[in-house]
């Protein structure tokens, strides 16, 4: 059975269950809450080996091709492009949609982290090159540590012969340990779903967030449907697109109801593979530069939430000079999420307030309820866009083996 079957049989059962056990039942919704945060752990659980032994072996091969540069550039330019592309999309949205404005009903403060770019910068290079196995939530560092030592590799081939042997060992026993947890993530997708289900259901019953609830809807099944398969066939020539946003379906399924990019990461990194024939020295490279770095679809929530905030707070509508700035500070706060693989995009919009200052310094708080499905909006455009972006590079480099859509798992 396809995975995305599994996926999908998971969430059909935890809608049932969701719809059938009353939602005042607080023991219930603790429960599915606490199965919800281990089914996320359970998906994070071996990405940490499988990142470093293959970022390790693949930085050392793209070196011993003198591809790493153009790979990098490559993976920097189209996180640029598909970031850009997605806030624009988001503010064309809001002008032609004109979401309606939501009741000013929350007061008070709400404790939320920072982005603090100082600090995100800081764990870039840690104290201690051993801290990079212990920071479970920041992928970045270890990428970092795992490339120095794939290019250390290149210094001295014979020497190093032993140890890059074991690493490229490491590398598929870590990946074969993976698959087995990539598969067992479909029962967790019934908690997952369950602890979804309910939350969205308290959302549609306040009413009033139906309209900005439509919006983000739209955005993303237009982003699935039209926006990126045009990219494709742009960038790829006679590419198909609709064999990757297939591909597309399971990790789509698992970051909208995780909002987690961590949990989400194996998911693409076994379809890239298996599905879409991307070869592995590509993969293990751009699909973790993209989990980190293009947040596209953060930008574009953060854009639209924010519009519907100055709509909500004010009728005189939002200046032309306020929606380019609006545009350029979503895209560069995207940039800096990559410490937070769950809540980053609800996190980016709280410092968007606070930047924009004029008395909007707490506007964010009257999207609090809709904190999760913002982030579930957002998980599931970044996973579109990193497995979009990784198929580009190794179709215009010709490292994708084409596969028929029987054998996709």
């Not at 100082?118 to 870039?124: D, G, H, K, L, V």
């Not at 990757?244 to 698992?254: D, G, K, T």
């Amino acid at each position: 059975m396809k995975i995305w079957i599994k996926y999908l049989t998971g969430i059909i059962i935890g809608l049932a269950f969701a719809l059938v056990i009353p939602e005042e039942n607080a023991f219930f919704r603790e429960l599915t809450a606490y199965l919800s945060e281990l089914a996320i752990n359970a998906g994070r659980y071996t990405l940490y080996p499988v990142l470093f032994f293959g970022f390790t072996i693949a930085v050392f091969e793209l070196r011993e091709h003198k591809t790493l540069f153009r790979t990098g550039a490559a993976v920097a330019g189209l996180i640029s492009i598909t970031t850009i592309l997605l806030a624009v999309t988001a503010i064309l949205a809001v002008l032609v949609q004109n979401p309606a404005r939501i009741p000013i009903f929350v007061e008070g403060n709400l404790s939320i982290e920072s982005i603090n770019v100082r600090e995100t910068i800081r764990q870039f290079v840690p104290s201690n090159g051993f801290e990079v196995f212990t920071n479970g939530l920041f992928i970045l560092p270890l990428c970092i540590f795992a490339g120095f030592a794939g290019a250390g590799f290149t210094v001295d081939k014979n020497e190093s012969k032993p140890a890059l042997t074991l690493f490229d060992s490491l590398s598929r026993v870590s990946y074969a340990v993976m698959t087995f947890f990539v598969d067992i993530i479909a029962i967790g997708m019934i908690a997952l779903s369950i602890h979804w289900t309910v939350s969205f259901g308290s959302l549609l019953a306040g009413k009033v967030f139906r309209d900005f609830i439509f919006l983000l809807f739209f955005l993303l099944f237009f982003v699935a449907l039209v926006l990126y398969p045009l990219l494709i066939r742009l960038l790829c020539d006679k590419a198909n697109p609709w064999r990757v946003m297939y591909a597309s379906i399971a990790p789509v399924f698992a970051a909208f109801f995780s909002g987690d990019s961590l949990m989400t990461l194996p998911v693409i990194i076994r379809h890239s593979n298996e599905s879409l024939g991307v070869r592995r020295k590509i993969s293990s490279v751009t699909l973790p530069l993209f989990s980190v770095f293009a947040r596209g679809g953060s930008a574009m929530v953060i854009i639209v939430s924010f519009v519907v905030i100055l709509k909500s707070y004010s009728s005189l509508g939002i200046a032309f000079s306020d929606m380019v700035w609006l545009t350029g500070t979503a895209v560069l706060l995207s940039f800096f999420l990559g410490r937070f693989p769950s809540g980053g995009a609800f996190i980016a919009l709280a410092a968007t307030c606070a930047l924009y200052g004029r008395g909007f310094e707490s506007g964010y708080l009257i999207l609090k309820p809709a904190a999760f499905f913002i982030g579930s909006i957002a998980s599931a455009i970044d996973a579109l866009t990193a497995i979009t972006g990784t198929y580009i590079i190794a179709k215009r480099r010709e490292m994708a083996t084409h596969r028929e859509l029987r054998f996709f798992i």
